[in-house]
């Protein structure tokens, strides 16, 4: 069970369109149970990524970015209405796009990973990491490294599927996010050229829903960190290899020489005596 559960459900609307419930078949969290209650903040979610398909999506942008401080409640799987999606925001902003090019594009990047701090095991430090500018990406995978100095962590974007040069001040991209982060909200770098919309959040994210969440894909994983421990065995084998190598090598010549030693003695001495 999420620990974050979604606000207390409302009655359902009567009226031929209120009346019109959304299936979600996903269930869309910005929390979990193994990163607690920070996951949106400084990790990668599932309905961050949603979100961010929606608005990429409804504005054919390039690419889109969410903070994930516009994130305040998940969806069950289930019936939900309108009034539910909308309460997932913290508040219904209105969505734009601007042209960009990659060197800035990388900028914005950089200011949402800038954050994150490891701790004394080199795993990330959720107090210390957590900030509402943290990004929910569609349309691209981020590579990035939490070693590495701020404002140089991204080491490698690609867009459908190819590399794209990290300082390029020629190629330009479309951006898709809410008004407010690209005028600067959440210390974000502010961008040029912005063409607002009069779609909101809440309403490209039910059009989303309605059909059918078409490039949703529970199992990719947009974004590629380094740089951690990310507490599995293979974060401890640069260290212990050696030593276990040792240690079984010794064990087993130990005993194969027991081994050797015993057969010579039952061999040099007769069965009968």
Not at 24 to 45: A, G
Not at 109 to 136: K, M
Request: glycine share 6%; hydrophobic share 35%; proline share 6%.
């Amino acid at each position: 069970q999420p620990l974050l559960q979604p606000y207390p459900r409302r009655p359902r609307w009567s009226g031929a369109l209120l009346q019109k419930f959304l299936h979600v078949w996903r269930d869309f969290q910005p929390v979990s149970t193994d990163r607690k209650r920070f996951q949106p903040l400084c990790y990668e979610s599932s309905l961050g990524n949603a979100v961010a398909d929606a608005v990429r999506i409804s504005l054919n942008s390039d690419v889109a970015i969410i903070c994930g401080g516009d994130l305040a409640y998940g969806l069950l799987p289930g019936t939900v209405t309108y009034d539910e999606i909308k309460n997932v925001f913290t508040k219904d902003s209105k969505i734009a796009m601007a042209s960009l090019t990659v060197k800035e594009f990388r900028q914005v990047l950089e200011r949402g990973l800038a954050n994150i701090t490891l701790n004394a095991f080199e795993r990330i430090d959720e107090q210390l990491s957590t900030y509402d500018g943290f990004p929910q990406i569609s349309g691209f995978k981020l590579y990035y490294d939490v070693s590495a100095p701020p404002g140089e962590r991204v080491y490698k974007i690609l867009i459908n599927g190819e590399n794209v040069d990290l300082d390029s001040e020629t190629h330009t991209l479309t951006l898709g996010s809410t008004v407010d982060m690209l005028k600067g909200e959440y210390g974000h770098p502010p961008v040029n050229d912005i063409k607002a919309s009069e779609l909101t959040l809440s309403t490209v994210m039910m059009q989303y829903i309605v059909n059918g969440l078409s490039e949703y894909s529970p199992l990719e994983r947009r974004m590629q960190v380094r740089g951690i421990n990310d507490g599995v065995l293979s974060a401890y084998m640069p260290i212990t290899i050696f030593p276990i190598l040792t240690i079984v090598f010794l064990v087993a010549h130990f005993t194969k020489s027991r081994r050797e030693t015993e057969m010579e003695i039952r061999k040099e001495t007769p069965w009968y005596e």
